[in-house]
């Protein structure tokens, strides 16, 4: 009661005919976005794409097969044909203009290619209604999608950096699950998780609630009820010990891809 009904696709012939050969493997594609960001091995120094393997090993280790997504508007129906569910992944903080905002002095590693793909992935994602689970950065990119904005720096808000202490260094803190939510029936009433963000939701986009808090009172996750599964975390479940997040997207993108096929 109160999903929204997911709009009809029709994957492309080429994507159809692969998509059908999976199709009961039992493994479903799940999609990870990803860095496009400068990097050294060996005598190379060069731009790549990549993501921190913990997405990728999360997502196994859910019973999924990941897929790691590059930042990049070209081909994203075809895409989107191809993934059963959607990783929105960390890095950097969010362009402020996508929300109409002025930039804060604290806010670092903003990548508007970054930004204005993800964007169009996830409202079409969305569209669709693919299971979507967006992690940090993914979940302010969740809130920006829908309308909302953000806190642009929680210290100033909170009086202190717990959520963020050292850069490069999880922080770890509870959260509380709030009652009635998709979270709190997948986590529990508390869960320890792993934080590493200086920004926060602000305004909420349209159709998302809140879903959890910590102890200073930040929200901490954010959901949509109306959908198939669209949750948002500020932590950092991949790299945690319990993948029940990781879980339950992959068995509802198991869901989505049989009702496809």
Same mark, same amino acid.
């Given at each position: 009661?109160?999903? %929204?009904? %997911?709009?009809?696709? #029709?994957?492309?012939?080429?994507?159809?005919?692969? %998509? %059908?050969?999976?199709?009961?493997?039992?493994?479903?594609?799940?999609?990870?976005?990803?860095?496009?960001?400068?990097?050294?091995?060996?005598?190379?120094?060069?731009?790549?794409?990549?993501?921190?393997?913990?997405? #990728?090993?999360?997502?196994? $280790?859910?019973? $999924?097969?990941?897929?790691?997504?590059?930042?990049?508007?070209?081909?994203?129906?075809?895409?989107?044909? +191809?993934?059963?569910?959607?990783?929105?992944?960390? @890095?950097?903080?969010?362009?402020?203009?996508?929300? $109409?905002?002025?930039?804060?002095?604290?806010?670092?590693?903003?990548?508007?290619? =970054?930004?204005?793909? *993800?964007?169009?992935?996830?409202?079409?994602?969305?569209?669709?209604?693919?299971?979507?689970?967006?992690?940090?950065?993914?979940?302010?990119?969740?809130?920006?999608?829908?309308?909302?904005?953000?806190?642009?720096?929680?210290?100033?808000?909170? @009086?202190?950096?717990?959520?963020?202490?050292?850069?490069?260094?999880?922080?770890?803190?509870?959260?509380?699950?709030?009652?009635? #939510?998709?979270?709190?029936?997948?986590?529990?009433?508390?869960?320890?998780?792993?934080?590493?963000?200086?920004?926060?939701?602000?305004?909420?986009?349209?159709?998302? =609630? *809140?879903? +959890?808090?910590?102890?200073?009172?930040?929200? *901490? +996750?954010?959901?949509?009820?109306?959908?198939?599964?669209?949750?948002?975390?500020?932590?950092?479940?991949?790299?945690? *010990?319990?993948?029940?997040?990781?879980?339950?997207?992959?068995?509802?993108?198991?869901?989505?891809?049989?009702?496809?096929?």
């Amino acid at each position: 009661p109160g999903r %929204r009904r %997911r709009c009809p696709t #029709t994957p492309s012939s080429s994507w159809a005919s692969a %998509r %059908r050969s999976l199709a009961g493997t039992g493994s479903p594609l799940i999609g990870i976005t990803s860095y496009e960001e400068p990097v050294a091995w060996g005598a190379w120094n060069v731009e790549a794409v990549l993501v921190p393997s913990a997405y #990728t090993r999360a997502v196994e $280790g859910a019973g $999924g097969r990941p897929l790691v997504v590059p930042p990049a508007e070209l081909g994203m129906e075809e895409l989107l044909d +191809a993934l059963d569910g959607l990783v929105f992944s960390g @890095g950097g903080d969010v362009d402020p203009g996508a929300y $109409g905002a002025e930039a804060h002095d604290a806010v670092r590693g903003v990548n508007p290619k =970054r930004d204005e793909a *993800e964007l169009e992935l996830l409202r079409e994602a969305l569209r669709r209604d693919m299971p979507v689970l967006a992690v940090c950065r993914g979940s302010q990119v969740l809130n920006v999608a829908l309308g909302g904005d953000l806190v642009q720096h929680l210290p100033e808000v909170v @009086g202190d950096e717990k959520h963020k202490h050292t850069p490069g260094v999880f922080g770890d803190h509870d959260v509380d699950l709030l009652p009635g #939510t998709r979270l709190q029936r997948v986590l529990g009433e508390h869960a320890p998780v792993k934080s590493h963000h200086h920004q926060g939701y602000g305004r909420l986009g349209e159709g998302l =609630r *809140e879903a +959890a808090r910590a102890d200073d009172g930040t929200i *901490e +996750a954010i959901e949509d009820p109306s959908r198939r599964f669209a949750l948002g975390v500020l932590w950092h479940p991949e790299e945690g *010990e319990d993948f029940a997040l990781f879980q339950e997207l992959v068995e509802e993108a198991r869901g989505y891809r049989e009702e496809r096929w």
